[in-house]
């Protein structure tokens, strides 16, 4: 029964249904090109939300994987282990960090800095607990996490919430001037909004959130679970706007789909976790940290980065080409290879709609919300895969704008 046959209808029938995962199952990839059960081919623009940053079966990458995989696999935190050591030297060379916790995901290294931040400030002040956040924000899966987003649509039914914290608007300087006082402990902000709609910060808004942690003694944590490691066009985005927070954040592309997390932060700031204090089992395993270090020697280097610049404006010229034909974009917007495609009004609510007509073409794309269709492509994608999967997207919305115009009332 086990080597039985499995497909769609398989996850329905055993896997908890709290995903509703695409009608094709991809079981193969290389670069920027998938291949489903069926032996279709599809262009990459998702990368596993931002994860596969130098593409599927990257040679460098599989190459270490497999002389890892012969060597150690595991050995749990009560060892260090050569590969982690490795890695936390990269990080803390090529960043402002002096200090790094691993873990295995994004919603961990929020959930360790969270934690870290209100320990941290307990040695000052115990009533030194309140945690700032954007609205609209998206910081994992985790109870304390979801509560901190400030999404109501993902802490329904799973309350009561953890407590004292402040949810302000993104990019409103007048509302973190208004929230951010003494007992504020920290405050966590992604410099591009993922989830939320792929959305910006400003840089006058970071300097003013760096300026009110600063007055009031509290730390600025930087959400670079999706945008970090390249994808801004800069190793990290706060290099891209020049404002340096106290702890930041990384999973996703660290590992470019293997498992990992990292909480990077300083010296004065990391001793407040002393040993017992916070753990993880996984954690920095010799199998994953071997491949992460690997990820980010190669994304650091100058022509990686260039690219990503380069990429991002194939790729937006493309989005704006297509867009003065079909007029189907209110805004076009990101960083780096980051791309939010937001529609018009008369076409809210249909984002998934184009992932799907993307899908039917050959596209893999992602959304942002019901109003904002999501690209995220690898950083060093082919310009004839890009120019490519920009046309099966034309094609996409062809097929989509026929129909609504055929739905249309004569």
Known sequence: MSNAPVNRQTFDEVMVPNYAPAAFIPVSGQGSRLKDQDGKE??????????TSLGHSHPELTAVLHEQVDRLWHLSNTFTNEPALRLARRLTETTFAERVFFCNSGAEANEAALKLARRYAATQNADKTQIVSCKQAFHGRTLFTVSVGGQPKYTEGFGPLPGNLAHIPFNDIAAAEATIHWGTCAVIVEPVQGEGGVMPANKAYLQKLRELCDKHGALLIFDEVQIGVGRSGSLFSYMEYGVT??????????????PIGAMLTTSKIAASFVVGTHGSTYGGNPLVCAVADKVIELVSKPETLAGVKQRHDWLV?????????????????GQGLLIGAELVPALHGKSKDFVNA?????????????????LAPSLIISQAD????????EAAVAELTQQVKTAQPA
């Open 42 to 51: 599809y262009i990459d623009f998702a990368c596993g939300i931002a994860v």
């Open 245 to 258: 927070p106290d702890i930041l954040t990384s999973a996703k592309a660290l590992g470019n789909g293997m």
């Open 317 to 333: 010229d493309g989005l704006k080409a297509i867009n003065a034909k079909y007029h189907i974009f209110e805004d076009i917007r």
């Open 358 to 374: 993307a899908a039917r073409h050959g596209l893999v794309a992602l959304v942002a919300g019901v109003n904002v269709v999501r």
């Open 386 to 393: 890009l120019v490519e999967g920009l046309q099966r997207f």
